[in-house]
Structures are given as structure tokens and as C-alpha cells.
């Protein structure tokens, strides 16, 4: 695709469920990123893939959060047992290299949890 | 601990005047600026960059203040127009162009309303 593609768009669970967000990359990026964005707050570094290993995994706030990523492609953010707290947008980048001005967003996924 | 704050909720202004959007970071080992901007229902998008061996960068109607013993930034529009109404984000960097990678700490954003 032409860009960064994330789903769902949207996601409300209910709290102690699992749920697996999911991006797309554009084609050839090697470089993956994810962040969330809490109400009123900055967007958050999560972790960090190059390739498919991850160099940097130092945003996830607890072992309830995890990801992968496959094929230097796809990408899965995991969150167990889901809390409110766990509750923003997720948004998924990635970049060609490390040059930061080539960080493409894709639109994030809104996630709810009640 | 926020290491780059932008203290402005928000921002309205009438078209065409200026729309100055300010950041300030504590990380002195910041050294590389970007300024994002999103629309709603939108991922944030690179807008514009400074590093900290310059003082301004300019391009078009966007321009980039670094005032480093301050540590303050500002983004500059003019003029403004209805379309730049958006959010803006304010984020840094530290060693660029050494060893680091997209890891930004970014700003709460500020919210631009540009009136017609």
C-alpha cells in the first residue's frame, strides 16, 4: 500500500482480555516503530524493530506488552489482560533507515478498554 | 519526568497573521528538533527539523527557532491559513546522526485553530 496501515481502526475490550493490534508498514521500510498516545499526553516510544529483531524494546510499560514483527514486515503489538490504564491511541511508523524526517505514522488504532 | 513540554493546549488565530507554537526541552543531550503535525483521524507527518548546530531553519511559510542555552524551540507560520489548523507536535532527539534511530520524545502537542 501507499502507506502505513493499521487495524482495527478501532478496538473496545473489556478489561483482563487480551487483544492483538496490527500494522503494515510501507514496502521496504526496514524500520518499525510503535507509540502510543495517551488522552492529553505525548506520543510514547514503545519499542523499536529493525529488521525483525528489536533493538529496543525500553517503551513497553510492563511484561503484559509485547510485539514482533515478521518478514521485516507485519507487525503485532500484544497487550494481556488488558487494564483501563492501557486505554490510547496506538500508532505504528516506520522509516526506510534512520533518517528521522522519514518517519511515515499510519492512523493509529484507537483502543477502549471498559 | 517530561523532558519536552509544550505548555499551550492551545492556539487560535485570524488568517494570515503569524501562529508561533512553542516547545521547551530539559535533555541537554538533545540535538536534533522535529515539529509534526496531525489532523484527526490522521498519523502525525514531518513538518520540519533543526539541529542544534543551527539557530533557524526556514522553509516556505514554516520556520524553526532554536535557542539552545534557553532550551526552547518555537515554530513560526506565516501566513497562517485555515488549512494549517491541526495539532501540533514538538519532538527531540539525542545523538543524531551517531548511533540513534526514530526513538522521539515528544511534546503534549498544541492545538492550532486558524479563524477565516
Known amino acids: 500500500g501507499a502507506g502505513v496501515s493499521q487495524s482495527p481502526s478501532n478496538k473496545v475490550t473489556e478489561k483482563g482480555k487480551d487483544v492483538e493490534l496490527r500494522c503494515d508498514p510501507i514496502s521496504g521500510h526496514t524500520a518499525l516503530y510503535w507509540y502510543r498516545q495517551s488522552l492529553g499526553q505525548g506520543l510514547e516510544f514503545l519499542i523499536y524493530?529493525?529488521?525483525?529483531?528489536?533493538?529496543?524494546k525500553s517503551g513497553l510499560p510492563s511484561d503484559r506488552f509485547s510485539a514482533e514483527r515478521t518478514g521485516g514486515s507485519v507487525s503485532t503489538l500484544t497487550i494481556q489482560r488488558t487494564q483501563q490504564e492501557d486505554s490510547a491511541v496506538y500508532l505504528c511508523?516506520?522509516?526506510?533507515?534512520?533518517?528521522?524526517?522519514?518517519?511515515?505514522f499510519g492512523s493509529g488504532t484507537q483502543l477502549s478498554v471498559l | 519526568d517530561q523532558q519536552v513540554k509544550q505548555n499551550s493546549p492551545s492556539l487560535s488565530v485570524q488568517e494570515g497573521r503569524i501562529s508561533i507554537l512553542n516547545c521547551d526541552y530539559t535533555?541537554?543531550?538533545?540535538?536534533?528538533f522535529l515539529w509534526y503535525k496531525k489532523y484527526p483521524a490522521e498519523g502525525p507527518t514531518f513538518l520540519i527539523s533543526i539541529s542544534s548546530i543551527k539557530d533557524k531553519n526556514e522553509d516556505g511559510r514554516f520556520t524553526v527557532f532554536l535557542n539552545k542555552s534557553a532550551k526552547h524551540l518555537s515554530l513560526h507560520i506565516v501566513p497562517s491559513q485555515p488549512g494549517d489548523s491541526a495539532v501540533y507536535f514538538c519532538a527531540a532527539i539525542p545523538n543524531a546522526g551517531g548511533t540513534s534511530y526514530g526513538k522521539l520524545t515528544f511534546g503534549q502537542g498544541t492545538i492550532l485553530t486558524v479563524h477565516p
Open positions: 511508523a516506520s522509516s526506510p533507515g534512520r533518517w528521522v524526517e522519514k518517519l511515515f
Open positions: 535533555n541537554s543531550m538533545f540535538d536534533y
Open positions: 524493530f529493525q529488521g525483525n529483531s528489536a533493538p529496543d
